[in-house]
């Protein structure tokens, strides 16, 4: 069975097929970072123009990288939410014009569900049951996963998302857009401990996250800067090392405890986020001597893709899972959509 996938929640413009018997077939993506940097951030109406002006040439580039005629497609799964709705509309209102000219079923697909089983397109991928760390520039949450459409939320963040106060914060340091990988850039010239922010949450003793606290600290200490002098390029390097070990720390340190809370020793990590060195680094070091696996997507899946939405999509019709889960109909979208829901 092959079906197609297509992602448009947000600035990545994402198509991809997966066939159920060969895996993945071919997928691409096209980023709209450069078109937003000017603004500091997502132009919801310019996202939406984009993913309209990209969605048809990167299906040719797909079908033509995987050999095959649209008419071999079997299913189309589509991002119905959580993201910008003009940019959502966009994906679903191409899967379904699409699907219908084709005679083929339209499957709206929640985007964190997405991410949270693409490590499971790893060549070594994840079994069920699992804890889930999804960590993206909008989302923070720890999930029990028994199997596909079961997601049970642990906890996630009151305020800014991971991702998202890595980008608050990379603007404070004047790195631009978007922030969380030239932060993570520039923190590996820093050396964390030289300044001293706070862990938020980490002794909670739940699996709850907040992360605007920490933002304000950073803020806090470029406005005062050291001894009433401005930072140098180094401070800023060794404020951007600790913020990052704090955000790790925080991350980790839950991540882990989760596992151990529901006796599981399967952790997947998806997301954004989830490509960020230290974390993996430290994620690693933290579950080795506890017994815990760590699995992670590929690079290239991190961030939003329709690789991930095509496989999402190919679960469900081979557990039988093809409602229409967004409640709305064909064209259903849902900005605001929580996982738990499914």
């Known amino acids: 069975m092959k079906v197609l996938g297509i992602e448009s929640s947000c600035d990545e413009t994402g198509v991809a097929l997966y066939d159920t018997e060969r895996g993945l077939l071919a997928h691409a993506v096209h980023s709209q970072v450069a078109m937003h940097e000017d603004y500091g951030g997502v132009v919801p109406e310019l996202a939406s123009r984009d993913h309209i002006k990209r969605l048809a040439p990167l299906l040719q580039k797909v079908l033509t990288e995987a050999g095959i005629d649209k008419q071999a497609i079997d299913a189309i799964a589509y991002t119905a939410g959580p993201g910008l709705a003009g940019a959502l509309l966009v994906g679903a209102s191409f899967a379904a014009g699409l699907a219908q000219a084709l005679g083929v079923p339209a499957l709206p697909i929640h985007h964190l569900e997405g991410h949270l089983l693409s490590p499971l397109l790893s060549q070594d991928p994840a079994r069920f049951p699992f804890i889930a760390l999804l960590v993206s520039g909008g989302h923070t949450q720890i999930m029990c996963v028994t199997q596909v459409g079961a997601y049970e939320l642990m906890g996630e963040s009151l305020d800014d998302a991971a991702g998202e106060a890595f980008d608050k914060t990379a603007q404070l ?170």
Not at 201 to 211: H, I, R, V, Y
Not at 233 to 257: G, P, S
Not at 320 to 331: H, L, P
Request: charge should be positive; hydrophobic fraction near 40%.
């Open 173 to 342: 340091l004047g790195l631009g857009y978007p922030g969380g990988p030239a932060l993570a850039k520039l923190a590996e010239s820093g050396t964390p401990g030289k300044f001293k922010l706070p862990r938020p949450m980490l002794a909670s003793g739940d699996f709850m996250f907040s992360f605007s606290g920490l933002k304000t600290a950073v803020l806090t200490a470029v406005r005062n800067g050291i001894n009433e002098r401005e930072l140098t390029t180094q401070d800023q390097a060794d404020l951007a090392a600790e913020f990052q070990e704090a955000v790790t720390e925080v991350l980790v340190t839950k991540a882990l405890a989760a596992c151990r809370r529901r006796k599981l020793s399967t952790l997947v990590v998806a997301g954004g986020v989830g490509a960020n060195r230290r974390l993996r680094e430290r994620l690693d070091a933290g579950a080795t001597p506890a017994g815990i696996r760590v699995c992670y997507p590929e690079m290239e899946l991190c961030t939003d893709n329709g690789a991930m939405i095509a496989f999402a999509g190919a679960q469900r019709l081979m557990t039988g899972m093809t409602e229409d889960v967004t409640g709305d109909g064909r064209f259903g979208v849902r900005p605001r959509w929580p996982l738990a829901t499914l």
